[in-house]
């Protein structure tokens, strides 16, 4: 057995040397019983891989449980669930712009902690346009399952309208509030408060060590909150007219 090790010089990715290797591995012509195998920081990063996997597909079925059993139906879960998995093209396109690279521990950190986050705006932005949908249905005296689709997407305009501002409110927040983690914030409260001299600046190893799950958050909230406002309230129009025409094929509702 040899053994080669080797430190990726500043400014390159250790994953895309790696793959050149693999690469340049794949062209040579290897006799039958020689074999290889990547350790170390690769074999790391592929058992971190599968268990944050384990971990976000965990979290989102037991969100989905919970959602099914709060909702009691299965299109509303639906559609935030679809929200939250939407958000992660708001993280990669982050990226993409930033320049930043994919750190796979506190990306996938992240990515967990974006999908808690999302979900929240989507429950209250669904559960008013129901409780809307409702009080509309139970003023004009409508059957429980049916309510005109005229009256239907006027509920969901009033509804995204009201909850535009929390909507917002939440999203700018968590943004500003995760900045300071983004960019590595650094204040010395003591020597503020003894010598007025805060030591400010800016960077350091938090940076390095938080800051990839900061960004990830940021980017992914920045996308999701577009999702909520736009894409959650037509999908919820798009499932809503499905329902109808299931129930009309039942005979459960009339025209």
């Known amino acids: ?28 012509d290897w006799p039958e019983s020689f074999k290889y195998g ?20 965990i979290a989102v079925f037991l969100i989905f449980l919970i959602l099914v059993a709060q909702f009691n ?44 986050i999302v979900v929240n705006n989507a429950i209250v932005l669904i ?35 009201i909850r535009l501002r929390p909507v917002l409110l939440t999203a700018i927040t968590t943004i500003l509030g995760l900045v300071p983690l983004a960019i590595g914030l650094n204040i010395n409260f003591f020597t503020l408060v003894t010598d007025f001299d805060p030591q400010f600046f ?8 938080w800051g990839p799950m900061a960004k990830t958050v940021i980017y992914g909230l ?14 919820y129009w798009l499932t809503y007219n499905f329902k109808i025409r299931v129930l009309r094929l039942a005979g459960k509702i009339s025209d």
């Open 1 to 28: 057995m040899i053994t080669i090790f080797s430190n990726v010089l500043e400014g390159y990715n250790s994953n895309e040397i790696v793959n050149e290797i693999k690469s340049s591995l794949e062209r040579y």
């Open 38 to 57: 990547f350790t170390g920081e690769q074999e790391d990063q592929e058992e971190s891989i599968n268990f944050l996997t384990s971990a976000l597909l």
């Open 73 to 116: 139906s299965i299109l509303s879960p639906f559609i935030i669930m679809i929200s939250v998995v939407l958000s992660t093209i708001g993280v990669f396109l982050g990226l993409v712009v930033s320049g930043d690279n994919i750190v796979i521990v506190m990306t996938g950190v992240g990515i967990i902690s974006l999908a808690g």
């Open 127 to 161: 559960d008013y346009i129901d409780l809307t949908i409702q009080r509309k249905r139970e003023e004009l005296g409508y059957a429980k399952n049916h309510l005109p689709m005229n009256l239907v997407k006027e509920a969901i305009i009033e509804s995204g309208g």
């Open 202 to 209: 800016l960077g350091g190893e938090n940076v390095a060590f």
């Open 222 to 235: 920045t996308f999701a909150t577009f999702l909520t406002l736009v894409v959650v309230p037509i999908m």
